[in-house]
């Protein structure tokens, strides 16, 4: 751990009163929580990057976290901060990917190490996934690009200070599949839930509800053959359809972190619903990206886990 998050999460742990392991406390009273003066703060998790509505305590505890699918971190425990204690240590990195495609990358890393993929198109730019650190050189480069037209986000582990994003880039909708309503942590005017298994925000984008990770996890594709690029196709798929350590093929989970596999109607239902939408590249939510064949690489990687999760791959007793 290095220095700058260690003193971080140790100033945060001071006005934290019901955490669970309760390791780094400062009772210090010359050092009094920002809650006791009385103010309304939106904490954030530190584990995952979720923040919580504005409130004098911060929750009790993190849903996210305390999911099968996430952690509660086991030296730090329950730990929040806030989001003007993030803009003090912590910087966005824009990284160019392909052309229209831009990567925003938090550092030092925070939460569970979440990116967000900026991606401009001429009919209107889209915000997909977020990283929690919203701060003004962020807002600034966005808007330089010419803003957004909407934010839609792959999964819950990525909603992270999503209302804070939108406020900033002009009360922009957050479109989030209504699957996953119950995951919300911060409810705003600004969430859109949608339903069924697609829509399409700006012409040559469409964001599919594929389920798996979570009940509402979406992806989106871009077909990008009118936008002066080369008219592959692009998905960007989350953690949803992750590109794996042979960046020729892709696996789906249920949870990365404690390792649950999904079932294999679901992975056949995943396949399935991208299968008539051609891509040659896969940007996933961990810098895996797979190059060409993307399409191919998908049917082909759901059809082996399928294999696998069936017991038809072979004997591996
Ligand atoms: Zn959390
Ligand atoms: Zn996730």
Known sequence: MDETYWRQTRVTAR?????????????????????????????????????????????????ICADDRQYIHPERGQQWTTLP?????????FDPVEPGVTRIVTEPRFGIGQQAYL????????LWDLVAL?????????RGRGGIAAIAISHAHYYTTMV???????????????ANREWVMRPDPAVRFWSGDSISPV??????RTG?????AIVLHWDNHNDGHDGAGVLFSGDIIKVVADPAWVTFMYSYPNQIPLDAA?????ADLVAPYLFARIHDAFDGHVRENGSAAVQRSAARYVRHIEGRAGPTI
Do not use: K
Request: net charge negative; glycine share 6%.
């Open 119 to 126: 991606i401009e198109t001429p009919e209107g730019n889209i």
């Open 134 to 142: 919203i701060d003004e050189p962020t807002i600034a480069e966005i």
């Open 203 to 208: 012409p040559g984008v469409t964001i599919l």
């Open 266 to 270: 679901t992975v056949r239902r995943m």
């Open 164 to 178: 804070e994003w939108s406020r900033a880039l002009g009360d922009v909708p957050i479109l989030l599949h209504e």
């Open 15 to 63: 006005w934290i009163r019901r955490r669970p392991f309760d390791i780094m406390a400062d009772t210090s009273p010359a050092r009094a929580s920002p809650s006791d003066e009385g103010e309304a703060i939106s904490s954030i998790c530190v584990t995952c990057g979720t923040q919580f509505p504005p409130s004098l305590e911060p929750p009790a505890y993190c849903p």
């Open 85 to 93: 204690r993030l803009r003090e240590t912590h910087r966005n990195r």
């Open 212 to 216: 798996g990770h979570f009940p509402g």
